[in-house]
């Protein structure tokens, strides 16, 4: 299973970013997707999920009304859309998938698989 995060990088504050994950090496339908986020010096966190659907989201607080999560079933892809940028959304963003789960047990438990991390930094 290989998930592969990319669209990482600068933006001012109040800009915006799309987080691309490709999945590829599993049955995609079968997993929740999720973006997780780990700044520097603190644990990694959750930022969003998606059921294997695509009909039930769930967001962190912190980015609820302003981060989007979406999937493509048919591509094996999930983004994230960040708008309204602040700086404490610098972090590295990793991607994950969990299978035969729901998108708020997800954002309990994690993923069973993760992507390598893309940079986002927002400057102020």
């Known amino acids: 299973v290989q998930l592969q995060a990319s669209g990482g990088g600068l933006v001012q504050a109040g800009g915006s970013l799309r987080l691309s994950c490709a999945a590829s090496g599993l049955t995609f339908s079968n997993y929740a997707m999720g973006w997780f986020r780990q700044a520097p010096g603190k644990e990694r966190e959750f930022v969003a999920t998606i059921n294997w659907s695509g009909d039930t989201t769930y967001y962190a607080d912190s980015v609820k009304g302003r981060f989007t999560i979406s999937r493509d079933n048919a591509k094996n892809t999930a983004d994230l859309l960040m708008n309204s940028l602040k700086p404490e959304d610098t972090a590295v963003y990793y991607c994950?998938?969990?299978?035969?789960?729901?998108?708020?047990?997800?954002?309990?438990?994690?993923?069973?698989?993760w992507g390598q991390g893309t940079l986002v930094t927002v400057s102020s």
């Open positions: 994950a998938a969990r299978a035969y789960t729901t998108a708020q047990a997800m954002a309990l438990r994690g993923g069973n698989y």
